[in-house]
């Protein structure tokens, strides 16, 4: 068989080290992944299962009170006015949108431009399609090429950087001349600590014009719904059209008791206000602890992650902190210009945070 030419999955390279990390007496602390570890809020859950008994096919466009579930929820959360509950597609989780979006947008043969510091399936969904990968936090040096698409991240996975509306703007215009994609993935736009992140589909950066612009989300880590792989994907209509027909070829369709859970989560913004109040106060402990023990915390006004550095290799850094039982993942999983950098997550309990914190005091 004549597989896509893929690296190697990056975690999987981890093993050694999280089998050592696991060695020690009081357990390991895993930041590594980034696995919400918090239950399913009780109206998800009651959702869900209300759900379960339907032995009907689910729509692939979704429920209709999901899709206006998502729309009041980007008003009310983030901002975003405007937005036509036709043109909100619900997905599998975001990474499988991720991975699949170059080749459903025809991105084969073409540039696709990803962050210098970027999730890894941003790379392997342009692989899979075809296409040519450009890592680039500056589109000027692209010259007058027209790439198929464009990925933004704010707030980033790894770093936690946020992007500016000046910054926002400019992309925008920059691919509307050329006719190209822009697609923002916006998983973590709930969780501001130090900047507040903006949408890419907010009046302030768009004037309320979603012309070639996708905005991704996920309700993995603010609703806790990692394992019930729950995302959807809105902006221009026409582009969310032409995915939706697609997808109903390809049976890409999320379960309809999800469908009743997201509906459930979106409607509710109590548990997202509790769930970012749990993350805020492990990161009041994770943070100063690190940079007591001689870290660098870069960026990281935004998200889940700590981006982090002791001047050193990345790899070195992994092995420190594998010694002292905490996980980590090396920079390096997110591109060339990681390799100084571990990416903390702030996905682990309490007693986990604080047991992290004590042996770096030590």
């Known amino acids: 068989m004549n597989f896509p030419d893929l690296p190697d999955f990056p975690w999987d390279t981890l093993a050694d080290h999280a089998a050592r990390a696991r060695t ?35 729509t692939t466009h979704g429920l209709p009170e999901l899709r206006q579930a998502a729309v009041d929820a980007l008003a009310r959360r983030h901002g975003v006015l405007g937005v036509d509950p036709a043109a909100v597609l619900p997905t599998i989780g975001s990474k499988e949108l991720v991975a699949w979006l170059p080749t459903l947008l025809g991105a084969r043969g073409r540039a696709v431009v990803v962050p210098e ?12 399609a075809g296409a040519r990968v450009v890592r680039s936090d500056g589109l000027t040096a692209l010259g007058p090429e027209a790439p198929a698409m464009v990925w933004l991240n704010s707030p980033s996975n790894p770093t936690g950087r946020v992007l500016p509306v000046e910054h926002l703007r400019k992309v925008v215009s920059w691919a509307r001349e050329r006719g190209t994609v ?112 001689g870290f660098t915390v870069e ?12 001047a050193e290799s990345a790899w070195d850094t992994v092995s420190w902190l594998a010694d002292r039982g905490i ?14 950098h571990v990416r903390i997550a702030l996905t682990a309990t309490d007693e986990r945070m604080a047991a992290a914190a004590d042996r770096l005091a030590a």
């Open 182 to 293: 822009v697609v923002s993935d916006e998983c973590y736009l709930a969780l501001g600590w130090e900047a507040e992140p903006v949408s890419l589909l907010h009046p302030s950066v768009c004037d309320g014009d979603f012309t070639g612009l996708l905005s991704v989300h996920s309700l993995s880590k603010t609703s806790s719904l990692a394992g019930y792989r729950a995302g959807f994907v809105t902006g221009d209509p026409a582009l969310v059209k032409g995915l939706l027909e697609v997808r109903k070829h390809a049976g890409m369709i999320v379960p309809r008791p999800v469908q009743s859970a997201m509906t459930a989560a979106l409607a509710d913004d109590a548990h997202l206000v509790a769930q970012k109040a749990r993350f805020a106060a492990r990161r009041a402990v994770l943070k100063p602890a690190l940079e007591r023990a």
């Open 24 to 58: 020690h007496p009081d357990g390991v602390v895993d930041l590594s992944v980034g696995t919400p570890v918090d239950p399913v809020p009780d109206l998800v859950q009651a959702a869900l299962g209300a759900a379960s008994e339907l032995p009907g096919y689910p």
């Open 117 to 128: 510091l970027a999730y890894p399936t941003y790379d392997v969904g342009a692989r899979l």
């Open 299 to 310: 960026h990281s006004e935004a998200g889940l992650y700590l981006w982090s550095t002791r």
């Open 327 to 340: 996980l980590v993942a090396p920079g390096t999983f997110y591109g060339p210009t990681g390799d100084r």
